[in-house]
């Protein structure tokens, strides 16, 4: 028996957000809204996302010692999730500086911070969290060599579940251990070198062939895609008004995350997935737009 249903690691940031009409382009000065802070970051979203969810959440992750930092524990107790993983200190609190535009579409620029300081020593001290859950879940906004290390620490039988965002290619071993690898058009792109044509379903059997156990590709409005061994399926989503794509990404990952962990299969894991997605962009902000359980089944 595991005594956390999904562990997170990674990023904790700050959201500074400014609503604008356009974004900028080269050398122009754009007037936005006022800049509002939210508590963000992959890892922190993940986490916050599963925890509303239901499921026990552990997250394992670096903030500095400041206001920032604070705001993101508090965040996450709120939720209910276990952050006896947080490490605090070593650098300010990683920074996302996003542009939303009246469509909802997003700009993000992250300074990374303390989630450059999440070492993989880090990672080996939280041995103890990683024996303990039955899914890992991690993103790309801390050190590659961290991630690396996790998998090389996952439990027997710990389903490990990775977003490669921001996206960069990835060592085989790291490849190997994801089931699933869930990417968007441009991440899979990076993935697989760049040279992906054709369908969604092109993209899956190519990054499948890397090595990973299973593929989910999102497709945003469209819903998502699932591939592995079995075959391949595709998942439509639930229409909705968008006001803030912000931390969508994250919310279907964690759902997905949890509901493997339940064990559910992958098509139906990303079928529930794709409406806590949903759900998310109905509302502005990242971990504020991230429904309960009962809000997902009223969707």
């Not at 996302?49 to 206001?67: E, F, N």
Request: aromatic letters at 2%.
């Amino acid at each position: 028996m595991y005594d956390y249903d999904l562990l997170v690691v990674g990023s904790a940031n700050a959201d500074l957000v400014i609503g604008v009409e356009r974004r900028p382009a080269a050398g122009e000065t754009v007037l936005g809204s006022d800049l509002v802070v939210h508590p963000g970051g992959k890892g922190a979203n993940q986490a916050v996302a599963a925890a509303r969810l239901g499921a026990r959440t552990a997250l394992l992750a670096r903030v500095g010692d400041d206001a920032h930092g604070r705001l993101l524990l508090d965040s996450q107790r709120r939720a209910g999730v276990d952050t006896g993983g947080v490490l605090v200190g070593g650098a300010p609190t990683g920074v996302a500086l996003i542009t939303v535009d009246p469509s909802g579409d997003n700009s993000i620029v992250v300074s990374p911070g303390a989630n450059g300081r999440l070492a993989p020593q880090d990672v080996r001290a939280a041995d103890g969290l990683l024996q303990s859950a039955a899914v890992v879940s991690a993103q790309l906004e801390i050190p590659l060599e961290s991630v690396v290390e996790v998998v090389r620490n996952l439990a027997p039988g710990t389903r490990f579940v990775l977003n490669p965002s921001p996206p960069r290619p990835l060592p085989a071993e790291v490849l190997a251990a994801c089931d699933p690898l869930i990417v968007n058009e441009h991440e899979a792109r990076v993935i697989g070198g760049g040279e992906l044509d054709g369908s969604p379903e092109d993209w899956a059997a190519a990054l499948l062939a890397l090595g990973p156990r299973s593929v989910v590709v999102t497709l945003g409005a469209e819903g998502a895609l699932v591939a592995s061994a079995e075959g391949t399926a595709r998942v439509p989503s639930v229409r909705v008004d968008a006001v803030d794509t912000t931390g969508a990404g994250d919310a279907f990952t964690a759902a997905l995350a949890w509901r493997l962990g339940l064990g559910e299969s992958l098509a139906r894991a990303a079928a529930y997935a794709v409406r806590v997605g949903a759900s998310a962009v109905t509302r502005s902000g990242a971990q504020a737009s991230f429904p309960t359980a009962e809000e997902v089944a009223a969707l």
